[in-house]
T-cell receptor, first 109, second 114 residues
């Protein structure tokens, strides 16, 4: 079967660093994407890891360990606008992205 | 460049009625996906088109749902007859390449079945 695990909610203070973990189990695996969704909006692409290691894009970094079926999204210098839901989405053998319920991040002043 | 557009943004219908949702992908994107999110839970895959062909429809919940993509451009998702549990937000996404990790999503169509 296919499964995803992420924390349902995370709260952090403005300016801090937060890490959102993701473990997955899929039928085949071809990479891990991360998406951000603000309430009422469209999910928007943040990053993609096709290989093990760290990918950095500005304040956001994403990490993948294929052997552990594990990845994380690291958000630095948190801003109020980062309050949103974050989804990890592994790509399975039929090329589709599998989304879960996401992690709701609340950034407090 | 226009993004993925979906219509209607919100639809309220009664149980047993029919609703058709439309998605216009980004021009030139051969891959088109439908997802839905029910009750704020997980975003679940429905199906994937490559041009006009259904690449994967394993997520379609039952035969009340019919998706089409005539001519490989826009797509429609028809629910007939609608049931209460069909309520949710239906997202469309497109991508230029099959197997990419980057999908471009629309704002979604919120369906409420009363």
């Amino acid at each position: 079967g296919q499964s995803l695990e992420q924390p349902s909610e995370v709260t952090a203070v403005e300016g801090a660093i937060v890490q959102i973990n993701c473990t997955y189990q899929t039928s085949g695996f071809y990479g891990l994407s991360w998406y951000q969704q603000h309430d009422g909006g469209a999910p928007t692409f943040l990053s993609y890891n096709g290989l093990d290691g760290l990918e950095e894009t500005g304040r956001f970094s994403s990490f993948l360990s294929r052997s552990d079926s594990y990845g994380y999204l690291l958000l630095q210098e948190l801003q109020m606008k980062d309050s949103a839901s974050y989804f990890c989405a592994p790509r399975d053998s039929s090329y589709k992205l599998i989304f879960g319920s996401g992690t709701r991040l609340l950034v407090r002043p | 460049e226009a993004g993925v557009t979906q219509f209607p943004s919100h639809s309220v219908i009664e149980k047993g009625q029919t609703v058709t949702l439309r998605c216009d992908p980004i021009s030139g994107h051969d891959n088109l996906y439908w997802y839905r999110r029910v009750m704020g839970k997980e975003i679940k895959f429905l199906l994937h088109f490559v041009k006009e062909s259904k690449q994967d429809e394993s997520g379609m919940p039952n035969n009340r749902f019919l998706a089409e993509r005539t001519g490989g451009t826009y797509s429609t998702l028809k629910v007939q007859p609608a049931e209460l549990e069909d309520s949710g937000v239906y997202f469309c996404a497109s991508s230029p390449r099959t197997g990419t990790g980057e999908l471009f999503f629309g704002e979604g169509s919120r369906l409420t079945v009363l």
